[in-house]
């Protein structure tokens, strides 16, 4: 049982120059499957940059859910956004999303079995019968269904076969964490699997409302997932899948940076808040999907992919962290998304075809208050103001795309690719005041037993449609220069559709009424993967550029009278370029040595704003200029059979804008140090582990607002935490 040998190539590290010497037994490393271009294929002879991650890496780095995942893949940020645990951020090289609210469209696709999720709530997915994860830079959008402009990470559910199985997993550790899932499948008649798991994830808060010993950071989510698979006949597969996520967990209050309006201190701790705001949050998720592959015959697949998922979100937002209305924004959102893909994947002797149509409907709706209080001590006003945003969205988006791959020349192979898009979208949009504190909307639920505040005239109202169309190609040519090393080149162009600024503010801003335009990049990709010294050493490295027209950007400030007003700007231009290695040497048959390293040096070129170009003020968001990832795993085998898994692991990041626009948020560089240890018994059938993550205790901030002195407000990464987990299979 060679576990470290198992352990996932990319993600990972070289040692050259730590003096190993090549002189022991000849260990080497195994081939890794991933279907990043639609098919099972060797990762060494994918020509995109992408890590994979498989069930050992998984569980060998602690991995409990989609943000773990960060510290694995070069120039990568995967967190948890503002306010709850599972709303997701996420950046590819510089581009994402910063900004959760609905009808935005997200940077970074999430994928689970092609399935695309178009909205960030709810997108932290915990990791629940996961085979692998895979991580793709760049844009993606002539081999997937839906594009994605920077680029998209793809879970891998198991296919149901063989034997009944039941596994029974589960952890204890800091803050109470209380950790349990049951998996299994069973075949309930001939060639008819039927499968799933349950999960649940509990965990004490790591700070509290200091006003109550309410909890924050607290973790309350339950997840769910069945699925039936089979097999009608010899060349036809069926898989029906249905899943839920409900997130109980407690508001997540942000981090008070300076005194409140009323002299409040700043607090002890970063988790802690004084919120007046208490109420439940509530995240929910669903959806069900039915996916058919026919292989008609040696050369041709068919497929189709229908789904439909839907999602709620309460929640609670207090951006003044004190005991009074100052600046409160109770919020709810609401999304559904219908999608239909077809695929025609043709294999010959030496070219291949991934070609598709897809089709997405949906309409994401919601609607906030944002309750401000402090009005009423400002002379020029002398009341309490309240604006209300409330909007929907309906979106349909139609595309074809075709991926060709020809082997024109002995170990040569080109690659042409394109995608055309059309999307379409009807928004309605509104933003009111309201004299008073929390309008009828919110009045009964959160200022129970007083009068709602009256309406005092309509800011924004309007209801606007337009569409936008884009063809997006791809070029590639790669060549294998020998039997252990791959190089390739290739261009890509990304493509974010526009849309409606669900927060504008037409008194301030007439032409939000207007919408706002697409985004668009062009990627050139330069890479070379290579398996070196009999296998010992799998090297992979890509330098990239990518330039970004139109970016749309979000500006929130405060007016001059006292209100708060919203922009979705195309501000301008950017340039994007940089370098990724990742690399794992297998120094001895049971010591591996493991790097991921990414550079990005990003420049604004221009970025318009109130008519002025401010690029040189202005950097990209949540993209440091460096990560890394150090890894050693190392494997004791025991003389009865079982094993034992080493797997210490460091990982840096550095000094990281929030915003754009620089602020008291950025987070200067800091390096987390974690630690795992597993035991597998010598049958297969049970393994325990130790995971102690954060060891050094480090204090990071991982986002924020920053609307200035008592409206700056932080929120960060978990602190150290060690859990004890082991899982049985039978």
Not at 82 to 89: D, F, I, M, W
Not at 391 to 398: A, E, K
Not at 551 to 564: C, I, P, W, Y
Not at 642 to 647: G, Y
Request: aromatic share 12%.
């Amino acid at each position: 049982m060679k576990r470290a040998i198992n352990f996932h190539p990319l993600a990972v590290g070289v040692m050259l120059a730590c003096g190993a010497s090549f002189t022991y037994a000849e260990p080497a490393l195994e081939e890794v499957t991933v279907t990043a271009q639609k098919r099972e294929q060797s990762l060494q002879e994918v020509p995109v940059a992408v890590t994979a991650i498989g069930e050992d890496a998984l569980l060998q780095n602690g991995i409990s859910d989609l943000t773990d995942i960060q510290k694995l893949s070069p120039n990568t940020t995967l967190q948890a956004s503002r306010g709850t645990n599972s709303t997701l951020t996420a950046f590819i090289r510089g581009i994402g999303q910063q900004d959760p609210l609905w009808g935005f469209e997200p940077g970074v696709g999430i994928y689970v079995d092609d399935v695309y999720i178009a909205r960030p709530q709810g997108a932290v997915l915990d990791i629940l019968d996961v085979e692998r994860v895979e991580v793709l830079r760049g844009p993606q959008g002539t081999l997937y269904g839906k594009n994605t402009i920077g680029g998209a990470v793809k879970y891998v559910t198991k296919k149901m076969s063989g034997d009944s199985r039941v596994s029974v997993s589960g952890a204890l550790g800091s803050y109470n964490q209380r950790d349990l899932k049951v998996a299994g499948s069973a075949e309930i008649a001939d060639g008819v699997y039927l499968g799933g798991a349950v999960a649940s994830f509990q965990r004490d808060g790591f700070g509290e409302n200091v006003l109550t010993g309410d909890e924050q950071y607290n973790k309350d989510i339950f997840s769910a997932r069945v699925a039936l698979e089979f097999n009608p006949s010899d060349t036809l597969w069926v898989r029906l899948a249905a899943d839920q996520t409900s997130d109980k967990s407690a508001p997540k209050h942000g981090y008070r940076l300076a005194p409140g309006l009323g002299g409040e201190p700043v607090l002890d701790s970063v988790y802690d808040t004084e919120s007046n705001m208490l109420y439940d949050n509530l995240v929910e998720t669903s959806g069900a999907s039915l996916t058919a592959e026919y292989q008609l015959n040696d050369s041709i697949t068919l497929k189709s992919i229908t789904a439909y998922r839907q999602g709620e979100t309460e929640t609670a937002i207090d951006f003044d962290s004190v005991n009074r209305p100052d600046f409160d924004v109770p919020a709810f959102y609401e999304d559904d998304q219908t999608t239909q893909e077809f695929q025609l994947i043709w294999e010959g002797d030496n070219a291949d075809l991934v070609s598709g149509v897809y089709y997405y409907t949906g309409t994401a709706a919601g609607a906030f208050d944002a309750v401000l209080g402090y009005l009423a001590n400002v002379p020029t006003v002398g009341f309490p103001l309240t604006q209300q945003v409330a909007g929907s969205v309906d979106t349909t988006s139609l595309s074809a795309y075709a991926h060709y791959n020809w082997s024109f020349a002995p170990d040569w192979n080109l690659s042409l690719g394109g995608r055309y898009t059309r999307d379409e979208k009807d928004a309605s949009v509104f933003k009111g005041n309201f004299i008073g504190v929390y309008s009828p909307l919110f009045a009964g639920k959160y200022n129970p037993g007083q009068p709602a505040a009256v309406f005092a005239g309509a800011l924004t109202d309007y209801e606007n449609s337009d569409s936008w169309g884009e063809f997006t190609p791809h070029f590639g040519i790669d060549h294998q220069i020998s039997e252990e090393t791959m190089v390739y080149a290739t261009y890509s162009a990304g493509f974010k559709s526009g849309g409606f600024d669900m927060r504008g503010d037409a008194s301030q801003l007439p032409s939000t009424v207007d919408g706002f335009d697409p985004e668009t990049v062009n990627t050139y990709e330069f890479g070379v993967k290579s398996d070196l010294f009999n296998n010992r050493l799998r090297l992979n490295a890509a330098a990239f550029r990518a330039d970004y027209k139109d970016m749309q950007v979000t500006v929130q400030q405060f007016n001059a009278g006292g209100g708060f007003s919203s922009a979705v700007l195309n501000a301008g231009e950017a340039r994007i370029q940089g370098i990724e290695l990742e690399a794992t040497l297998a120094m001895t048959d049971n010591l591996l040595a493991n790097l991921a390293l990414g550079y990005a040096e990003t420049e604004f070129l221009e970025f318009i704003s109130g008519g002025v170009d401010v690029a040189d003020q202005r950097d990209m968001q949540n993209t440091p200029d460096t990560t890394a990832m150090f890894q050693l795993n190392y494997s004791m085998p025991m003389q009865s059979g079982a094993e034992i898994v080493f797997n210490p692991t460091i990982s840096y990041r550095a000094d990281t804008q929030i915003f754009e626009t620089p602020s008291i948020l950025d987070q200067d560089a800091y390096t987390l140090v974690d630690m795992t240890a597993m035991y597998y018994s010598a049958d297969g059938t049970w393994q325990a582990g130790l995971v102690g993550k954060n060891l050094a205790d480090e204090e990071y901030r991982i986002a924020g607002y920053a609307f200035g002195g008592a409206f700056d407000t932080g929120f960060y990464g978990a602190p150290r935490t060690i859990a004890l987990t082991g899982s049985y299979s039978f």
